[in-house]
């Protein structure tokens, strides 16, 4: 990774009114492989090679907050195979960006169900958080065994426990203590939320985060996509009119 700027393709972006949080659901690894004839193991490891070109390009152009959708909790029912692949390449990849992250002054995070990863997984994935928790150039989230819905339960369950001892009044649970307990708390919400492979669907992702959310779906397949197409939606995002239900 590098972090120079004023790259041509970057000309024409408003660097003053950049999405402070993206979020990306990375879908069409399979459908990538398949139509190349390869299995769909090899599609995440294209997919993988697609995240480190979003992750510096997110970087370099001054992204705040970037949290990548990199498995859910629904993925846990794909065949046991294809689990186990997964979980091998994401260990794999937090070994070998781990350098990377904190040369560039990258701060990972994890967001998700993080105790039903594998043990070997936790590890790795701890040591690259431990690595770059004093970054402040850029936070970047990756969602594992994420689903919304558990994230919203677990917020729930924290609330009630805090209500019955006597730390929270019931009438003071209002939109902002539901939101300080997320997995997101003190993350502003996405600006920008971006789907590759053409699915018109939120997969369980962000349910209350992205209230307000401008929504871009892109047909390209997630390892097709990139820098170039990243930026481009970046600037179709500027030229939006957001309204947040006024006029
Ligand atoms: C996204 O690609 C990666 C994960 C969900 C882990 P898919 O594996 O869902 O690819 P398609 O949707 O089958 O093409
Ligand atoms: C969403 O993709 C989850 C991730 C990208 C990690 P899926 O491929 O799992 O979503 P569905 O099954 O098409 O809704
Ligand atoms: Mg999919």
Excluded: C
């Excluded at 001054?62 to 186990?84: C, H, M």
């Excluded at 040369?103 to 994935?125: K, S, W």
Aim: glycine share 6%; hydrophobic share 40%.
């Amino acid at each position: 990774m590098n972090s120079k700027t004023n790259s041509a393709d970057t000309a024409g972006l408003d660097i003053e009114n950049l999405p402070s949080h993206v979020a990306i659901i990375m879908d069409g690894n399979g459908r990538w492989a398949k139509k190349r004839f390869l299995n769909r193991i090899q599609g995440h490891e294209k997919g993988a090679q697609a995240v480190r070109k979003v992750v510096e390009a997110a970087r370099e152009i001054g992204i705040s907050v970037l949290t990548l959708y990199a498995f859910s909790t629904e993925n846990w029912q794909r065949p046991k195979n294809e689990v186990i692949a997964l979980m091998r390449l994401l260990k794999k990849f937090l070994a070998s960006e781990k350098q990377n992250l904190f040369e560039n002054n990258i701060r990972l995070n994890a967001i998700g169900q993080i105790e039903r990863l594998p043990g070997d997984v936790r590890t790795a994935l701890q040591k690259a958080m431990d690595a770059t928790r004093h970054n402040s150039g850029m936070l970047f989230n990756l969602a594992l065994s994420y689903g919304a819905r558990s994230e919203i339960a677990l917020a729930v369950r924290k609330i009630a426990e805090k209500t019955v001892a006597g730390e929270i009044d019931p009438g003071g649970i209002t939109d902002k203590v539901v939101a300080e307990h997320l997995y997101t708390a003190r993350m502003p919400d996405p600006d920008l939320l971006i789907r590759t492979s053409g699915e018109m669907r939120i997969s369980n992702f962000l349910l209350w985060q992205i209230a307000y959310t401008e929504i871009f779906i892109t047909d390209s397949l997630w390892p097709d996509f990139g820098r170039a197409e990243f930026i481009k939606i970046i600037k179709e995002y500027q030229s939006r009119e957001r309204r947040f239900g006024k006029v």
